[in-house]
């Protein structure tokens, strides 16, 4: 999912699950979402535009183990993230791997902002996954967050240069002039959220989720995407 393959690339880089959240506020014209500017000298995503995130790892999973997500509508996320590899090692394993990625998610909000989500806010958005032939690949399983007022996130990342809310708006207008850049999976799932109108709407749509393998031709450093007929390759 960066711009375009390294040379030499091994189709055979491991896929390692991740976890990114689109977390919103209202705001007067609408919502804002919560970015980071990623450091120019990071391994991935170097630069870019992203939401808080990052890879699952073991201690996720003994979170899920342990029961610390008690209440999480885990059978819901397991049915909605179905056509995703969630199912790879079928209906019985679902749950348990949902539950890995929703702590991966709430683990990295808090590392990277300080706050701790409550698990029943994070609602499955999307799932891309990069394609073969890149240096390191992710299966990136995407939440939307709605925020409460007493909610507030903060930048304490060394792994980005500045945490923001932002215009959704505003963003891709500056993706428009090339001051910033975001990837293909930042911006489609941030404009199929604009689609949906409002943060109830969101969050109350429930998507059932078919993971994306996008072309890896086709670059995504320049503008903004704006079809999901052109973009999708699922």
């Known amino acids: 999912m960066t711009t375009s393959p390294a040379p030499g690339a091994s189709a055979d880089v491991p896929i390692r699950k991740a976890a990114s959240v689109l977390m919103l506020r209202e705001a007067a014209d609408g919502f804002e979402v919560f970015i980071q500017h990623r450091v120019s000298t990071m391994d991935f995503a170097a630069g870019m535009v992203v939401y808080p995130g990052g890879r699952v790892d073991a201690q996720d999973g003994q979170a899920v183990s342990e029961g610390k997500l008690d209440g999480a509508p885990l059978a819901e996320h397991a049915q909605q993230w179905k056509h995703t590899s969630v199912h790879a090692e079928g209906p019985e394993q679902s749950q348990y791997l949902a539950g890995e990625i929703l702590a991966a998610a709430r683990r990295e909000v808090f590392e990277e902002t300080g706050l701790l989500l409550d698990p029943g806010q994070l609602h499955p958005w999307a799932n891309w996954v990069t394609p073969a032939g890149f240096p390191r690949r992710f299966d990136t399983y995407f939440f939307v967050a709605a925020l409460r007022a007493d909610q507030d996130p903060r930048h304490q990342t060394t792994e980005a240069v500045v945490s923001k809310w932002v215009s959704p708006v505003a963003l891709f207008a500056s993706l ?15 404009l199929d959220a604009m689609e949906r109108g409002s943060i109830e709407q969101i969050i109350s749509s429930k998507p059932v989720i078919s993971s994306v393998h996008p072309d890896p031709k086709d670059s995504q450093s320049g503008n903004a995407v704006r079809s999901t007929e052109q973009h999708f390759n699922s």
Do not use: S, W, Y
Request: no cysteine.
């Open 176 to 190: 428009e002039r090339g001051e910033v850049k975001m990837m293909r999976p930042t911006q489609r799932t941030l």
